[in-house]
C-alpha cells in the first residue's frame, strides 16, 4: 500500500502563490506516477498536473499551465505543486494520487490507485 498526506493548503488572495506537498510512505515502487487533481464544490474531480518516475516528464491541464510546476524529491518521498498567480477559479479541494503504472492516461482518475484525503485552497478576488 502506499500512503499519501498533503499539506500546505489555506486561504490566498488573487495574484498569490501557495505550495502544496504531498509526502508518501509505504510501497513506493508504486508510485510511478504521481498526481494532483482537483475538485470545486457541486464540481467533478478534474486532472491538474502529473509527474512521471525516471525521465520525470511533467504534464499540466490547460488551466494551470504556466502557473503552476509539478516536482518530486525521491529522497524525501515529497510531491510538490506550486501555484503561482492563482485565481479565485482555483479554489477547490487539491489531491494527491499515485499509480503504480508509468503509462497510461495520467489524465483519468482510475489510472491513480491511492488517493490523499485532500486539502483545502480557497483563493479570493
Known amino acids: 500500500q502506499v500512503q499519501l498526506v498533503e499539506s500546505g493548503g489555506g486561504l490566498v488572495q488573487a495574484g498569490g502563490s501557495l505550495r502544496l506537498s504531498c509526502a508518501y510512505s509505504?510501497?513506493?515502487?508504486?508510485?510511478?506516477?504521481m498526481g494532483w487533481f482537483r475538485q470545486a464544490s457541486d464540481m467533478e474531480r478534474e486532472f491538474v498536473a502529473a509527474i512521471r518516475w525516471g525521465p520525470g516528464s511533467t504534464y499540466y491541464a490547460d488551466s494551470v499551465k504556466g502557473r503552476f510546476t509539478i516536482s518530486r524529491d525521491n529522497a524525501n518521498t515529497v510531491v510538490n505543486l506550486q501555484m503561482n498567480s492563482l485565481k479565485p477559479e482555483d479554489t477547490a479541494v487539491y489531491y494527491c494520487?499515485?499509480?503504480?503504472?508509468?503509462?497510461?492516461?495520467?489524465?483519468?482518475?482510475?489510472?491513480?490507485?491511492?488517493w490523499g484525503h485532500g486539502t483545502q485552497v480557497t483563493v479570493s478576488s
Open positions: 494520487a499515485a499509480s503504480p503504472r508509468g503509462w497510461g492516461d495520467y489524465e483519468r482518475a482510475n489510472l491513480y490507485s491511492y
Open positions: 509505504g510501497r513506493t515502487d508504486r508510485t510511478s506516477t
